[in-house]
């Protein structure tokens, strides 16, 4: 019978994502998809639709829902459905909930919950949301170092029903200091006489709780744990950061560099869920100081408007030049920000990656001046768009690009440097910001380029 | 005595990452400084330095590596080192490394592997490294059905050094046919003379072997899992896919978006660790087809010749008006491209998001076209500049404005989509090569703008 489950014509459905719900149903239980499409419902419907779901698909899908979205559904609640769903979160999960309600709700939803609870959220609600502390789970498995093995694995047992993380077993003495840790594995497989702390390990890392969630999620990264324990500043363990908290915080951290790297500022919400005032302001912002940087483009034309006069095929090449400046200032930038991310670079690197952004710009730089040299030379009627001067245009536009390039590439690289030092995001340093620092830059030097070679014939 | 670890002076320590390595010793171990400035070192430092350690130490950092630099330790080691350290891998672990070993040297370093890990790991690497069977681990706990629980717990107990994820058990048939799931710590609460059939989950989410990583990272995601049974084509089970897989996925997911965004080919290793040629070879690539792109805009601007010879203030405006085209579909397509990525937007969204854009794109565009006006008209000596039809110059600006913004946000909102429809990268839509197409569309409504305003006066 239960074999029957497993039959080929079955396991399609599975494949897609879902099982039949148990032996004689074949529907597909409603989830997955609503869960897909859920950020395209309107509110009214979102609530509807929970309400519709009986107790286990509703709790699947709230525990799913991230916390703004929690939060969403909550303000439409009753009093009695705060009072069930409040209690049936995990304190994190609820303390993360509540930070999303509205000031004037959190009292009123805080009071829903259980003392115990109550207790628990309110510790996690004086941690900043993207502090380990903000992360973290207060529960967790614990046990004395003075038990045996015997002893540990049944008392975990007992634990397991309320604890998050289970994959290690922290050894706390009375006064909750973390003493060491135990895989659980290690627990199964010891001797059931021997004590806690003889098979504890004793090297530990651990998290401060102030510790910023960029700084956890690298620690993750790195060491490759699926659970880390957070202390106060004595020692005392306040809870375990497990990774599936750390994947959000990774994927939130990414796409917060990646928005703000376009030139927006992030947007804090799913695309499709940002009301149009809030999409138009969040990216006005940015927009609004880059055009008025790039205004001093215009200034600096305005100095040159005599050498334009008087060759107009100058302008030709002015938004292929700037551009070009611009494309590698925006690759230079995006590869060092996110090296910076990722903690493959620190501060103290900068030194070398100038040097390495000093040749590889000089390379690219070659590499377009030579592009450019051969369209200008070997274009059919080079004469006549480029004036009988055109050795000297393809000259110019050639020096200009080495320059404009190399120039891009330090600029690039170079700023996110800057404003890490400066204490700054150094994901600020946005592709369309440093785009616009060098275009300036770079009408200056395509037009310093064509005095040197132009004097004398076209200027 | 074991209390003494916790007081206050010696806790400093450990919240900087560390706990002395004993009661006794005070030093702390190498591992995470070593593993901090790993990427720093000469191939020939690392492996002085690896073998300097001792066992323990060399097992830590080994593990905490990513299989691209032990791939790198391999190449350097001795036959008996290989051996050693293959053999402590597990197989989904030891497949990776195998991955990033030159081809010559795999079927060398698999024979040193035992019969079982051989097998495991021959079966491993055919499915791709970015596939659901490439980052799986064949090393799961499994019980019967019709086990009692009491047995399935000691059965567990059993295989818990040797499995990988313990969170969830699978309930397999003689088959290996997945046939339900028991959470761990639902096993250690449920009465000893249960049957494992009565209390495992039967509604399933299962994961093909050969569903792509980043489709399963958004599963991880949008879940909230720990653990997910990857299964074949006729559902038996072939392993398990565990969050911390998928923190590295998702963070080299993220990596390879925002290299693509800021117009590089993904560089597949740290930015310090790529040599400066390849470095060179991967930016010079998008980097040529931009300019060669970017050099209609010197064919567009030839056939204004005579608009600007005329109208020499027209070309103070260029850098600014395109620039702006630019930035605001920057601003479009990374907010696009990440939404796509995050599974947000899908394509049918598509029309929705182009009526979006039109809307932020008309706003964003009079925004800046109401600054550029009053730049121009608020201008000291505005006749001086921008001569004394300078009302019309400010129309002609303001009006380009209007019309690059729009036509910024359209493309750049837009081009993801179509990318994705044709099956390609939408991340490959980069910022830089949206300001491309924008450029040269800008100069075109720039100039068309110019005609219709300045007609009959500068023109």
Same mark, same amino acid.
């Given at each position: ?75 439409? @609640? ?9 209690? @049936? ?98 627990? @199964? ?271």
């Amino acid at each position: 019978m239960a074999d029957d489950i497993t039959a080929p014509e079955e396991n399609e459905k599975s494949l897609k994502g879902h099982e039949p719900s148990d032996f004689e149903a074949a529907e597909e239980t409603l989830e997955p998809t609503l869960l897909e499409e859920w950020s395209h419902l309107y509110v009214e419907d979102k609530v509807l639709r929970f309400r519709s779901l009986d107790n286990d698909e509703a709790e699947d899908l709230l525990l799913a829902l991230p916390a703004r979205e929690q939060a969403l559904l909550f303000q439409e @609640f009753s009093r009695a459905e705060r009072r069930l769903w409040i209690r @049936f979160l995990a304190p994190d999960d609820a303390t993360d909930l509540i930070q999303e309600l509205p000031e004037e709700m959190r009292a009123e939803v805080l009071n829903l919950v259980d003392e115990t609870g109550r207790r628990e959220i309110t510790a996690l609600l004086a941690y900043k949301e993207d502090e380990a502390g903000g992360l973290m789970s207060p529960r967790f498995p614990r046990v004395r170092p003075d038990m045996l093995v015997a002893e540990a694995i049944r008392y975990v047992r007992q634990q397991s029903q309320v604890v998050e993380a289970v994959h290690y077993i922290y050894v706390l003495d009375s006064a909750q200091h973390l003493l060491g840790v135990v895989a659980l594995r290690n627990l @199964f497989v010891s001797p059931g006489d021997k004590k806690v702390s003889e098979i504890m390990e004793t090297e530990l890392v651990t998290v401060p709780a102030e510790m910023d969630q960029e700084a956890v999620s690298r620690l993750f990264t790195q060491h490759r744990w699926s659970a880390l324990p957070v202390v106060d500043e004595t020692g005392r363990m306040k809870g375990v950061v497990t990774v599936d908290d750390i994947l959000d915080v990774s994927q939130e951290e990414a796409t917060e560099d990646i928005q703000k790297l376009g030139g927006t500022e992030a947007l804090d919400a799913p695309y499709p869920d940002v009301p149009l005032r809030e999409m138009i302001r969040k990216r006005a912002g940015w927009l609004m100081i880059l055009f008025v940087g790039e205004m001093f483009t215009a200034t600096a034309m305005s100095a040159f408007e005599d050498e334009i006069a008087r060759a107009v095929v100058l302008a030709l090449f002015i938004p292929l030049i700037i551009s070009s400046g611009g494309n590698s200032g925006s690759q230079a930038t995006t590869l060092i920000i996110r090296a910076i991310a990722l903690g493959e670079l620190k501060l103290a690197d900068w030194w070398r990656v100038f040097l390495r952004e000093v040749v590889t710009g000089t390379a690219l730089g070659l590499i377009l001046a030579s592009i450019g040299m051969a369209r200008i030379l070997l274009w059919p009627n080079r004469s006549d768009i480029y004036t009988e001067h055109y050795l000297l245009v393809a000259f110019t536009v050639a020096s200009s690009l080495i320059g404009v390039v190399l120039f891009g590439s330090i600029i690039g690289s170079m700023l996110p440097f800057l404003l890490r030092k400066l204490k700054l995001d150094p994901a600020s340093a946005s592709a369309p910001m440093v785009a616009t620092l060098v275009d300036v830059t770079g009408l200056v030097i395509y037009f310093s380029c064509a005095r040197i070679w132009l004097h004398g014939t076209l200027l």
